[in-house]
């Protein structure tokens, strides 16, 4: 199941090391994806999670500030298009939200008027065109940023879809639930699946370049393609614990990141992994290098700057 919908609002219950200056008490409180704005020095960074929370920053990450939405349900996905101030944000109870400014405004979409759809995940390819997949294969595309959705059925199974990434060369790729990998080349119209080395979901996924992603999921299960997703193999790694988010640093390390404690660090493309043991303890969903180069974990402990691994 998505991790992004399991963990737990136990927050305020720890005590986590590690926390940003904060001018907003949500910026405390269950986050569970981030994004930046734009490419650039200056890029706004925008968090999202429970009860409708959006966090915007404008310092690199160092401040926070809640910014207005109508939205009052758990916040599970956050993409801009590139080099583009238009992005959307996805929810539970059927929640879209879109901005034209770089976060500092929402306005709600709907592509559907079921309210029991779960949004999972969004991703926006250009300041017209987005993508946004859940629970139970429910998924809808926007060619009018957002005036009008129609659904697509990307798997013949109705399986809970958790992550889109979109390559350097144009391939997307959606992972989800029981080892579900997809790729599509024409931006979404159609879909074709790949054989997946595993059963387990997967809830993460990174584009390397020159056709490499690596995927990540349940019991630390990490694979990788070397060509834009049309096959993937599995990648030995001594961690059992689920895997929810990986990042690549300035330097070319690779931070992966999921289950409390469960940290790990790739020197060589994520060809080989070793554990990290930074000052974090709570679960973490998302991580994000900052326009300035550092890494900033999301999830039950609010926003966190980790160190340099």
Known sequence: MKLRVLLPSLWFLLCPLGLLAQSDPAARTLLIDAALVASGPESPLVAVGERGAVLRSTDKGETWQRVPTPATAMLTGVSFAPHSAHGW?????????????????????????????????????????????????????????????????????????????LTPDGTLVLAGERGLLLRSTDRGATWQPAESPYESSFYGLLALGEGRLLAVGLRGRIVASDDSGQTWQPVANASTALLATAARLPDGTLVFAGQARAFLVSRDGGQTFSPWSPDLTTAVSKILVAPDGTLLAFGEAGVTRLPAP
């Open 89 to 165: 944000v996805v929810g539970h109870d059927a929640t879209v939200l879109h901005t034209t400014d770089g976060g500092a405004t929402w306005t709600a979409q709907r592509p559907t008027d079921d309210i029991g759809t779960s949004f999972l995940a969004v991703l926006a390819l250009d300041p017209q065109t987005a993508l946004v997949v859940g629970a139970f294969g429910q998924s809808f595309a926007t060619h009018d940023a957002g005036q009008t959705w129609a659904p697509f059925r990307p798997s013949e199974e109705d399986l809970h879809l958790n992550t889109l990434a």
